[in-house]
């Protein structure tokens, strides 16, 4: 009997081993730094998409925030999850380089994401996930095609104008 049952259990154990778990959220922010530079030409920005296909970019430089709202499609959040998905962001933790190879100078970036809570009734906050600054050489390049679509899906004529904003300011001072 063992011997007909052990096939069956390593069978199921391998699948349990690479099927993924769902992956329920409700908001990722994608967070950019321009890093160390003269106060003047500092900027940073933030990409806010929700579950419900509403996006927010908020770009500062100066004294100035500005904030823009715009809409993502359904295959833009279904992106989004395959992302999350297939880095396993909601899973484990992506390894930080070590203090000592972490780059002088230069942009920061990194993401957070808000677990969407599929029990309503469970009391406690949801739960928030982020990558580092400095991810490890492994992830460090599939990170980045993701932080790439999540800016892209912020309308050009929105990131043209918030940077046409910042030049004028630039070129004023």
Known sequence: MLKALLPALLFLN????TAQSPV?????????????VSPKYQYS???NINKNNEGIFRYTYGTETLTYNFKVTKENTSG???FISDLKLM???????PESKHPIGGSLRKLKIVEDMQNPDEDRPPK?????????????????R?????????????????????DAYINAN
């Open 128 to 144: 928030v996930y982020e990558t580092p600054y400095f991810p490890d050489e492994e992830h460090l390049s599939a990170l980045s």
């Open 45 to 47: 920005y933030t990409v």
């Open 24 to 36: 329920y959220w409700s908001s990722v922010e994608y967070i950019f730094e321009s890093g160390p």
């Open 80 to 82: 989004i999850t395959k």
């Open 14 to 17: 391998l699948f349990c081993n």
């Open 91 to 97: 899973e484990e933790a992506i390894p930080e380089l």
């Open 146 to 166: 993701m932080y790439d679509f999540i800016y892209n899906l912020v309308p050009q004529n929105i990131r043209d104008e918030a940077s046409s904003k910042r």
